[in-house]
């Protein structure tokens, strides 16, 4: 065994050069107006996916009107100057198409997954909704509707969900970061196609966008296709730069006690403001995610697992999550489940107890080297999927980074020291920068399922 | 608008004679095993799939949840390895491997790096045929199971499928969840686990593909050495079950902002000579995009839901045609009166040309966009198999599905589609509807 992993040693350390040379399929390149373009090849099947990227998301709401962005995402399907409503939806289903669009905090994007030879069909619409939407209040106000819907069904029927939205309004002092991306409810319910609008004037410019085209295509019929159709809109010159406010010093530890009679089972949620990635400056949020591997990464192989799951047996569940890529502060987040007969007060010391011994205890060599190994394999893997390369890409673009960041992520993560990660986890895992939640039912409620068995 | 609509036609034209060219081949092993393949060596990497048949529905009376538990910890330590060791070798590797359990099957998923074959199938094939149940995983493996089923009492949707499947399926396996009860989880003892291990990965049931990096020769070598330390043969299959669908409403009391609305009657086999004409039927009804009636109906106009659909749901013992929303309580009503009245319309009227015609193109032009990648392809090729579908399926089933005619689909529509079966099952406090109707 020994010498078989000796061997691996020597696989894996080519795969290690791998990433680099996988950019060869990546292009990238502007059009005149200022929209970016970058063209993922990947030639084994016939189809591709076009995405548009708009650098706007949540966190450019102004206050008071949250969840704008993601009606104007839904809004989008309505219908432009030449276009029906659900036109657009029909012709990329008439031809076995897929569709769809998310929103974030930092990005709205729209895709299309068709056959090759529609590109210019996709660009084509795309472009036209870029600039000619079309909304009616009597258009708005089903739409409204099916937010809150969406809302009721994502948000408002699970309990975890509702926490996270306080949590994230208590780590957030002052940056937009703090509010729903699908919006406060009475913020939602008073939206019009009139506040849509206006946010979509502003924002929905070709110098505020990102195009990602991955698939069977190539870069000179994207760039040939990209300048007839989004070349002729007009760059809006008074694009205002994303200047966010940012947050002040965090100086005191916030706790929650959130009380839902649908929690049946009390668990502990640990948020900590982090730093993110930034164009040429990444190794902090690679530091960090490596850490949140170590920490809390596979059960059987994470500090947090190994101590509390396996040893002590105090947790039934243990994760630590980290989201690098976000334009402004990101968060580091821990989930502790405890076993049946452990308090959260005793869950939440032995949490503590077991993040100041990682610390103290320094990182364990053997495992940091097996984490690397597994992300050199990642960029292997990750070119069986296409799509899933561009959505990073696209996601990365509108959070302040570029392609050249994208590129170097793999080897910044594969220089990440030992040192790093245990002063990446003591600047941030600092009780005055966090969220402690405590999730739990109502005492009554507790009482009622004891009772009842 | 004119030149939009010659432009329309054209781009539909310009899909039409996609059809997918995906090259499979048929792997007989030297043990007498079968295995599909697409090799594909641009990538150096491949994506292995495996199902067995028979899944959680193969409990032992009294032994629900004893298929899931196990499959759960299969990777929990195998062989000479504990479960710190099984995941550190398999990290080692950079592989990864997914274990699941659902009513017909348990599913193995691998994802390894072609250079590190040999390594990687050892450790899978410990996995599967030795792993170790000890006590310590067991018990960790078990607690986190029972989370799982006190967070599902809590969750609406799984409170609706819960319900759904007891009403549907009573006394049969389906009719409970597979994942078991707290009580019958708490109960299970690692002679269970081995018990349960014996009867479901078994050689007598079981279907297997790769696509990526990999040799015909070198996977004959694979799955020969995977099943040779594997039972023979399994435990005996559930019997086929007829669904009860007695019609109406039935409301299971939830305290929750949203009813979840789970309509369904009997549907039809995949082997049946009116399948294509049925799914496209469904297509038109409730399928996926926002064209489906049901979709524009309930969500585009009125704003009832975030997303409806119904599918037609082929399990191995039962067929049905089931779909779901969620509305808010004060809107479940008009929103099951929609879904009746759009049911009741495609079965007395039936599709128009034009609805069958854009339903065929986007069955058709999806069809070839569904093999992108290697664990995409292990993934359809391994469900083929399991479902009885012939090799050279993919290369004959967009022409089937051109062949179906508008008459077809009217006529299938009027004899598939059953109100008077049709029925709602509502979880949550919806107003205007009686609990337990």
Not at chain 1, 199 to 211: D, E, M, Q, R, S
Not at chain 1, 287 to 315: E, I, N, R, V
Not at chain 1, 335 to 350: M, N, Q, S
Not at chain 2, 189 to 218: F, M, N
Request: charged share 20%; hydrophobic share 45%; with cysteine.
């Amino acid at each position: 065994m020994i010498s078989t992993l000796r061997n691996m040693s020597i696989a894996l350390a080519c795969a290690v050069a791998l990433p680099v040379a996988a950019a060869e399929d990546v292009t990238s390149f502007t059009l005149d107006n200022g929209m970016e373009v970058v063209v993922v090849e990947d030639h084994r099947s016939p189809a591709v996916v076009h995405m548009i990227w708009y650098k706007v998301g949540a966190a450019d709401e102004t206050p008071g009107i949250s969840g704008v962005a993601h009606l104007l995402e839904h809004l989008m399907f309505k219908g432009t100057e030449t276009r029906d409503p659900g036109e657009f939806s029909g012709i990329v289903q008439a031809n076995g198409g897929s569709e769809n669009a998310f929103t974030s905090w930092d990005y709205t994007a729209y895709f299309q997954r068709v056959a090759a030879d529609l590109l210019p069909q996709m660009m084509e619409m795309e472009a036209d909704r870029m600039s000619n939407l079309r909304l009616t209040e009597e258009q708005t106000a089903p739409e409204v509707s099916v937010v809150l819907e969406e809302r009721n069904q994502r948000t408002d029927s699970n309990p975890a969900a509702l926490y996270r939205e306080q949590a994230r309004a208590a780590l957030y002092l002052n940056h937009p970061y703090g509010r729903p991306i699908i919006g406060w409810r009475h913020e939602v319910a008073a939206l019009g196609a009139e506040a849509a609008l206006e946010f979509y004037g502003k924002h929905y410019v070709p110098n505020n966008a990102v195009l990602v085209v991955a698939g069977d295509v190539t870069p000179e019929r994207v760039r040939d296709l990209a300048e007839e159709y989004y070349g002729p809109i007009p760059p809006n010159p008074d694009l205002a730069p994303r200047d966010r406010v940012t947050e002040p010093p965090h100086l005191a530890a916030r706790r929650l006690v959130f009380e839902d009679p649908r929690i049946a089972q009390p668990y502990l949620s640990r948020t900590y403001l982090a730093p993110e990635r930034n164009s040429g400056v990444q190794e902090t949020a690679a530091a960090l995610m490596l850490l949140a591997d170590l920490l809390g990464g596979a059960p059987a192989t994470s500090h947090l697992g190994q101590a509390l799951q396996f040893g002590s047996q105090k947790a039934v569940y243990t994760a630590a999550y980290y989201q690098p890529t976000s334009l402004d502060a990101s968060s580091f987040s821990i989930t502790l489940v405890p076993a049946d007969g452990v308090t959260l007060e005793e869950a939440e010391a032995a949490l503590d107890a077991e993040i100041a011994n990682f610390l103290d205890g320094g990182v364990d060599g053997a495992q940091l080297a097996r984490l690397k190994r597994q992300y050199a394999a990642n960029a292997i893997y990750a070119k069986d999927n296409a799509q899933g390369r561009a959505r990073k890409i696209g996601a990365a673009l509108t959070s302040g980074l570029t392609l050249a960041d994208v590129e170097a992520w793999p080897e910044v993560i594969q220089s990440v020291t030992e040192e790093d990660i245990l002063a990446a986890g003591r600047a941030v895992l600092v009780p005055e920068g966090s969220v402690t939640g405590w999730l739990r039912a109502p005492k009554d409620a507790v009482d009622v399922v004891e009772v009842s068995q | 608008m004119k030149r939009f609509v010659a432009a329309v036609a054209l781009w539909v034209g310009a899909a039409l004679p996609l059809h997918a060219s995906v090259e499979i081949t048929e792997v007989t092993t030297p043990a007498g095993f079968t295995a599909w393949l697409v090799e594909e060596p641009a990538i150096p990497a491949v994506s292995l799939e495996i199902l067995f048949k028979g899944g959680t529905s193969l409990d032992q009376p009294g032994k629900r949840g004893a298929t899931y538990l196990m499959t759960a910890i299969l990777e929990e330590g195998a062989g000479d390895l504990d479960a710190l060791g099984f995941a550190q070798a398999r990290d080692d590797l950079a592989a990864s491997f997914g274990f699941d359990a659902s009513d017909d099957y348990v599913s193995v998923s691998a994802r390894f790096l072609s250079d590190t074959t040999d390594e990687a199938m050892a450790l899978l094939s410990d996995a599967l045929a030795a792993p170790r149940f000890d006590d310590d995983a067991v018990e960790r493996v078990r607690a986190q199971v029972l989370v799982g089923l006190r967070g599902d009492a809590e969750d609406p949707d799984t409170v609706a499928s819960t319900a759904f499947s007891e009403m549907t399926f009573g006394d049969h396996p389906y009719g409970t969840p597979g994942e078991g009860t707290i009580d019958t989880v708490a109960a299970l003892t690692r002679d269970d686990l081995l018990a349960a291990h014996k009867g479901a990965l078994a050689q007598d049931r079981v279907y297997i593909s790769a696509a990526g990096d990999i040799s015909p020769e070198r996977l004959a070598q694979v799955v020969d050495d995977l099943m040779a330390r594997l039972p023979e043969s399994g435990a005996a299959l559930p019997p086929p079950v007829t669904p009860n669908f007695p019609g109406g409403v039935q409301v299971v009391s939830f305290d929750t902002p949203q009813s979840v609305i789970t309509f369904a009657q009997p549907g039809l086999d995949r082997d049946h000579p009116d399948y294509f004409a049925a799914y496209i039927a469904n297509q038109i009804l409730g399928g996926s995009g926002f064209e489906a009636r049901l979709m524009t109906e309930v969500r585009e106009k009125r704003g009832l839901t975030y997303g409806i659909y119904s599918y037609l749901l082929g399990k191995d013992q039962a067929d049905l045609l089931i779909g779901r929303a969620s509305t808010a309580n004060a809107r479940a009503a008009e929103t099951i009166e929609v879904v009746r009245a759009e049911w009741e319309r495609m079965a007395t009227e039936g599709p128009t040309e034009a609805e069958v015609a854009k339903a065929k193109t986007y069955l058709i032009g999806g069809y070839p966009l569904r093999f992108d990648g290697n664990a995409a392809i292990a993934g359809i090729m391994v469900g083929m198999q399991a479902g009885g579908l012939p090799i050279d399926y993919i290369a004959t089933r967009n022409d089937r599905m051109a062949a179906v005619t508008v008459e077809d689909v009217r006529r299938v529509a009027g004899e598939l589609l059953d109100p008077q079966a049709l029925t709602f099952l509502v979880v949550g406090q919806p107003e205007g509807l009686e609990a337990g109707n």
